[in-house]
């Protein structure tokens, strides 16, 4: 990647939507955190150019994809939280997902991204939906449909995670426990987790079935989570350390094309 010294940190965000009315309703909470860390974000939808900070643009094919180049210029790519997946794109037919919340150009969008990013060892952090989309990208699957995981935002339930000793992700938040926030009814389990994946933490019982976060030893830093941690005045100092870890894991990447 070419690069100069003094260019921001640009972090690819997706979104259903690129027009200012959704950006500003569905991704206050990311863009508020990626300014307190101090990176640059570049909006990728399926329905707007991708615009750099330099003013170069990338259009969306007819289908919602973006060209891979874009993520040439990207430092990192947070896959954000959203609707549910088609489950066309891991063979299986509709039975739980809500037809009515699916867009289908969001999951070319991202799904190509995904496998692109995946392959360029770019850091990858999957947000809720984002959690999902990255394992089918990866190969894996889901649970279309599944209750008590779907609070309201407006007065949040928190409950608790076991972390797997020893993950990448228990060593960043320095704990083996968390309470996180949760907003789904779809997740991933053992048997739908991509091959590629390691499980990084577990719901609580009875749904000690539930994938609540998993990572790829293969890569840089690829982290997946079913909570939402850019609402991170809703939740404990752990998910900062998890942002900062993303955030650092970027900056090494581009420290790298820097000096390439």
């Known amino acids: 990647m070419v690069a100069t010294a003094e260019r921001p940190l ?5 979104s259903k939507h690129g027009n200012r009315e959704w950006v500003e309703e569905n991704t206050r909470n990311y863009l508020s955190m990626l300014a307190e860390l101090g990176a640059t974000p570049v909006l990728l939808s399926p329905d707007e150019p991708a615009r750099l900070p330099d003013g170069t643009t990338y259009l969306p094919d007819a289908r919602g994809r973006l060209p891979a180049a874009v993520l040439e210029r990207m430092d990192g790519l947070i896959l954000s939280g959203g609707g549910d997946v088609h489950p066309r794109y891991f063979g ?4 739980g997902a809500d037809p009515k919340s699916i867009s289908e150009a969001r999951d070319e969008l991202e799904i190509h991204l995904s496998q692109q990013a995946l392959a360029q060892d770019m850091p990858i952090f999957g947000i809720c939906r984002g959690c999902q989309v990255l394992n089918v990208a990866a190969g894996g699957g889901m649970v279309q449909d599944f209750p008590n995981h779907r609070s309201d935002t407006n007065n949040p339930v928190l409950h ?3 972390l797997l000793p020893g993950s990448r992700l228990a060593k960043i938040v320095d704990t083996t426990s968390l309470a996180v926030n949760t907003y789904h009814h779809q997740g991933v389990d053992i048997s739908t987790l991509a091959s590629g994946m390691q499980v990084a933490a577990l719901s609580a019982a009875p749904d000690d079935w539930l994938v609540e976060a998993y990572e790829s030893p293969a890569h840089r830093w ?3 989570v079913q909570w939402h941690p850019e609402r991170i005045f809703e939740l404990p100092d752990g998910h900062r350390r998890l942002w900062e870890s993303f ?3 970027c900056q090494e990447r581009k420290k790298i094309g820097n000096s390439e």
Request: hydrophobic share 55%; proline share 0%.
């Open 92 to 95: 299986a037919e509709i039975n």
């Open 10 to 14: 640009l972090i690819g965000l997706t």
């Open 247 to 249: 955030i650092g894991a």
């Open 160 to 162: 608790e995670v076991s």
């Open 222 to 224: 690829v982290v997946g």
